[in-house]
């Protein structure tokens, strides 16, 4: 008897956000991040810096409230980009990262305010997208 594998489809393929030179220049050479995402509000990586100095600082309302800002503007940019809900968002592609590490703040800060099943939720998402994901790595 032969055994018949799992799923003869291939899933669908990754989807690569992209990056937004000017931001990452200003961001590498220290611009604040409020002002980057003032002037780049679509680009994820922005807010996701916002988010990681509020979570560094104690500040977990300001972290949730960057982390999502970043989040839903991920989400319409991986739309944009061919993504229909599910699928693999790999971290280690340099545009994906910040949209990655959004919803990891966003997990955590909604974890600590108790908002358990978003919490899940996000890191169900965050596993789907990329499985080894580290956003204290970059990537």
């Not at 937004?20 to 200003?26: I, K, Q, T």
């Not at 560094?56 to 839903?72: K, L, S």
């Amino acid at each position: 008897m032969t055994t018949m594998p799992g799923n003869l489809l291939p899933g669908p393929p990754p989807v690569h956000l992209p990056s937004n030179a000017e931001a990452d220049s200003g961001a590498a050479g220290g611009e604040a991040a409020s002002a980057i995402a003032a002037a780049y509000p679509a680009y994820p990586a922005a807010w996701a810096a916002l988010a990681l100095e509020a979570a560094a600082g104690g500040r977990t309302m300001e972290a949730y409230a960057y982390g999502r800002t970043g989040y839903h503007r991920g989400l319409d940019s991986l739309r944009k980009n061919g993504w229909k809900g599910f699928g693999p968002v790999p971290g280690d592609h340099p545009g994906n990262v910040g949209f990655l590490t959004c919803v990891a703040v966003l997990a955590d800060a909604a974890a600590e305010i108790g908002e358990d099943d978003e919490a899940r939720r996000l890191v169900e998402l965050l596993h789907e997208c990329d499985p080894s994901f580290n956003p204290k790595a970059g990537g």
